[in-house]
T-cell receptor, first 111, second 115 residues
Framework: GQQVMQIPQYQHVQEGEDFTTYCNSSTTLSNIQWYKQRPGGHPVFLIQLVKSGEVKKQKRLTFQFGEAKKNSSLHITATQTTDVGTYFCAPMYSSASKIIFGSGTRLSIRP | DGGITQSPKYLFRKEGQNVTLSCEQNLNHDAMYWYRQDPGQGLRLIYYSQIVNDFQKGDIAEGYSVSREKKESFPLTVTSAQKNPTAFYLC??????????????FGPGTRLTVT
C-alpha cells in the first residue's frame, strides 16, 4: 500500500539549535500537510504544500515540497522550548484519497 | 465557539464490555475521521465518513464500529472483539476542499483504558 517514511524518529537538541524532519514517499503526492502534536495534546494543522518545489515560511519554521512532489521537509531555526512535540507529515496521493499520517518525529529540547 | 468535542477525556472499562466514544462537531464539516494512537506512535485510521449515512473502513477497522446518522456526530464503538483496545482515540473533521485546503481539525481525544 501507499506508505510514507518520516525520519528521524526522535531528535534531542540544545535550545537554539536547528531541527529538521523529512518525509519521503516512493510515489508522487498530490499535496502534503504538516501537523504538530504537543505532549498530551492533539494534532494541530500547521501548513499544506501543493506545488512542486514550494517553500513556505511561518516565522522560524520553513516547509519545503520537493520538485518531484515525493518528499517534503520541515526545518525549525533556533529551536525554543515551545517547539517541543511530535511533528507529523500527512500526505495525500490524490485529492480524492484519505490523508496518511507519517510516524512522526519527536522533538525534545535541552534548555 | 466552533470546534470538535470528544467525551469523556478519560474512560475506563472492563475487558469484554463494549464502549462508545463520542465525537461532535459544529463546524458544518462533511467528512469525519477516527484515529487510534498508541504511545510514541503515529496515527492509524480506523473509520472515516465523507457524508451522512455513509462510512468506510480505514486501516485498522477490525473490532470497531461507527455510525453517521447526523452530520454533526460520528460515534465510535470499541467492541469486545478489539484485542488491544487501550489507546488514545482521536476524532477529526474536514470541510469541503474549498480553495484546495484539506486541513483536518482534531478533537482533544479520549484516552481509553481497558483492564
Amino acid at each position: 500500500g501507499q506508505q510514507v517514511m518520516q525520519i528521524p524518529q526522535y531528535q534531542h537538541v540544545q535550545e537554539g539549535e536547528d531541527f529538521t524532519t523529512y518525509c519521503n514517499s516512493s510515489t508522487t503526492l498530490s499535496n502534503i500537510q504538516w501537523y504538530k502534536q504537543r505532549p498530551g495534546g492533539h494534532p494541530v494543522f500547521l501548513i499544506q504544500l501543493v506545488k512542486s518545489g514550494e517553500v513556505k515560511k511561518q516565522k522560524r519554521l520553513t516547509f519545503q515540497f520537493g520538485e518531484a512532489k515525493k518528499n517534503s521537509s520541515l526545518h525549525i531555526t533556533a529551536t525554543q522550548t515551545t517547539d517541543v512535540g511530535t511533528y507529523f507529515c500527512a500526505p495525500m496521493y490524490s485529492s480524492a484519497s484519505k490523508i496518511i499520517f507519517g510516524s512522526g518525529t519527536r522533538l525534545s529540547i535541552r534548555p | 465557539d466552533g470546534g470538535i468535542t470528544q467525551s469523556p477525556k478519560y474512560l475506563f472499562r472492563k475487558e469484554g464490555q463494549n464502549v462508545t466514544l463520542s465525537c461532535e462537531q459544529n463546524l458544518n464539516h462533511d467528512a469525519m475521521y477516527w484515529y487510534r494512537q498508541d504511545p510514541g506512535q503515529g496515527l492509524r485510521l480506523i473509520y472515516y465518513s465523507q457524508i451522512v449515512n455513509d462510512f468506510q473502513k480505514g486501516d485498522i477497522a477490525e473490532g470497531y464500529s461507527v455510525s453517521r446518522e447526523k452530520k454533526e456526530s460520528f460515534p465510535l464503538t470499541v467492541t469486545s472483539a478489539q484485542k488491544n483496545p487501550t489507546a488514545f482515540y482521536l476524532c477529526a473533521s474536514r470541510g469541503q476542499a474549498a480553495m484546495g485546503s484539506y486541513e483536518q481539525y482534531f478533537g482533544p481525544g479520549t484516552r481509553l483504558t481497558v483492564t
